[in-house]
């Protein structure tokens, strides 16, 4: 299994990025696709998720109107588009997958990707 995030970097305020993850070794389709991130002696939280199908999705409060996620399971990608960056948006963005397996479910995580915003 693997996910691996890219897209990050160093952005000016109100900039843009976007991120995809892509993603192999589960069933992408069926999954549920989240992206969460940790800044420096903080927790990690939940940025955003979307269903299996993408059939809905939902946002961290602090993200609401500026950050969409989306996905392509053609290409078994998933993505977070931020716009109208702020600072407190610097953090290591993590791409994790709530996978079916058999019976079960199982998380997985990619290895993250920096995103740094400067003033």
């Known amino acids: 299994v693997q996910l691996v995030e890219s897209g990050g970097g160093l952005v000016q305020v109100g900039g843009s990025l976007r991120l995809p993850c892509v993603a192999s070794?589960?069933?992408?389709?069926?999954?549920?696709m989240s992206w969460y991130r940790q800044a420096p002696g903080a927790g990690r939280e939940l940025v955003a998720r979307?269903?299996?199908?993408?059939?809905?999705?939902n946002y961290a409060d602090s993200v609401k109107g500026r950050f969409t996620i989306s996905r392509d399971d053609a290409k078994n990608t998933v993505y977070l588009q931020m716009n109208s960056l702020k600072p407190e948006d610097t953090a290591v963005y993590y791409c994790?997958?709530?996978?079916?397996?058999?019976?079960?479910?199982?998380?997985?995580w990619g290895q993250g990707t920096q995103v740094t915003v400067s003033s």
């Open positions: 070794g589960f069933t992408f389709s069926r999954s549920f």
């Open positions: 994790n997958a709530d996978a079916p397996t058999g019976w079960s479910r199982r998380d997985y």
């Open positions: 979307i269903t299996s199908a993408g059939g809905s999705t």
